[in-house]
């Protein structure tokens, strides 16, 4: 194999190892099995997945562009940890997509919209009763992306896709300390499908934006125990 050949593959290699602990650090993250505020290590990383420590620190890099940790020089880098303000921020921003989507995706496909969000709500059912609060939360998300993938408008869910990871990685923390939790967010869910169904778009934005706004305040008022709570 030529000189040119040995380097690629290499090149190819590094690059497949990196994505392979991005895309294992971005799930473990968004899932709260790496939970907010936990202090993670290029060394135990490094042995954990079985390489050196470029591709851990290549990742390291991709994550901080998603603003899911923060990178911190000599000690490894923070699993995001925001403040009730940048919470509030990231909220005021999903409130703007979640309302665009819904609106592009009632005029250019209501049906679908409909018969997906129907089928997530009722994954989401099963899963609140089983108390599985880790798929709960994964067709949680799922739920809301259903409004940008029927919009049809893919600048819209590029845009949503830089602020996701955060707000789904808010979402689980929170909701693996409130099981009341899940009972709030499908008596919402509920009643944007109802109010859909009917076409009443403006009033189901107006669930959308209570139903943000609650993970906001919840964030808020304890966002300290969040951190202690391990």
């Given at each position: 194999?030529s ?8 090149i ?13 650090l ?7 099995r ?13 042995q954990e997945f079985?390489?050196s ?6 990742a ?13 020089p000599?000690?490894?880098?923070l699993?995001?940890q925001p403040?009730a303000a ?6 005021e921003?999903r409130?703007i997509?979640?309302?665009a989507?819904?609106d ?6 209501p049906?679908?919209l409909?018969?997906?969000l129907?089928s997530?709500f009722?994954?989401?059912t ?5 108390k ?7 067709d949680d998300d799922?739920?809301h992306?259903a409004?940008?993938?029927?919009a049809g408008?893919p600048s819209?869910?590029?845009a949503?896709?830089l602020?996701?990871p955060?707000l789904?990685?808010l979402r689980?923390?929170?909701?693996s300390m409130?099981?009341?939790l899940?009972c709030e967010?499908?008596e919402d869910?509920?009643e944007?499908?109802?109010l859909l169904d ?6 189901t934005?107006?669930?959308?934006g209570i ?7 919840k ?11 391990r």
């Amino acid at each position: 194999m030529s000189f040119y050949f040995r380097q690629r593959s290499m090149i190819q290699r590094a690059k497949s190892l990196t994505s392979q602990v991005f895309d294992t650090l971005l799930d473990d993250i968004v899932s709260g099995r790496r939970r907010s505020g936990t202090m993670l290590s290029e060394n135990a990383l490094a042995q954990e997945f079985g390489t050196s420590k470029t591709p851990v620190r290549e990742a390291f890099v991709q994550l901080q562009s998603f603003g899911l940790v923060e990178v911190m020089p000599q000690r490894g880098c923070l699993v995001f940890q925001p403040t009730a303000a940048e919470v509030s921020s990231l909220c005021e921003v999903r409130h703007i997509l979640e309302c665009a989507a819904v609106d592009l995706a009632m005029q250019r496909a209501p049906d679908l919209l409909l018969l997906e969000l129907r089928s997530r709500f009722e994954r989401m059912t099963t899963d609140a009763e089983q108390k599985q609060r880790s798929d709960f939360s994964h067709d949680d998300d799922a739920f809301h992306q259903a409004f940008f993938t029927h919009a049809g408008n893919p600048s819209l869910q590029e845009a949503h896709r830089l602020f996701a990871p955060r707000l789904q990685a808010l979402r689980t923390n929170l909701q693996s300390m409130h099981g009341h939790l899940l009972c709030e967010a499908q008596e919402d869910h509920a009643e944007m499908i109802g109010l859909l169904d009917v076409g009443d778009i403006e009033s189901t934005k107006a669930i959308i934006g209570i139903h943000i706004e609650r993970m906001s305040q919840k964030y808020e008022t304890e966002s300290e125990f969040l951190w202690t709570a391990r």
